[in-house]
């Protein structure tokens, strides 16, 4: 399986700096709420790009976030369109990116841990 080039990279960032701007001026859809694009992984043959984001609500905020996102994926591929210099602009395919969520589930847990190591040690 190839890797994918600098360009790939170069376009899912550039991709991913147009969305949070048309995220923040043009999209006034209530679902999506504070999204904030995380990554954004294309593909091999620059045909989709995977677009990773996380929001500031619960679990049932994130998938009517994510349901509003998939709804105006194709207003917002036709406005990077416009603005990115590639031939093709990929179709985009909107996850919610649960990694802070885990992150912040670990340290918890970690926590805990050490919270009861210490009693221990004192005894």
Do not use: C, W
């Amino acid at each position: 399986m190839k890797k994918h080039s600098a360009r790939h990279h170069r376009i899912g960032d550039q991709i991913q700096r147009e969305l949070a701007e048309l995220l923040r001026e043009q999209i006034k859809d209530p679902r999506i709420g504070l999204v904030t694009i995380t990554a954004v992984d294309v593909s091999n043959d620059l045909a989709h790009a995977k677009v990773f984001f996380t929001n500031m609500g619960n679990v049932a905020s994130a998938e009517d976030a994510e349901q509003a996102l998939s709804r105006t994926a194709g207003f917002l591929r036709s406005e990077i369109a416009h603005r990115l210099s590639s031939f093709t602009v990929p179709q985009l395919h909107f996850v919610y990116d649960r990694s802070t969520e885990r992150g912040m589930e670990m340290s918890r847990l970690i926590d805990e841990a050490i919270a009861m190591e210490k009693p221990s040690e004192q005894g």
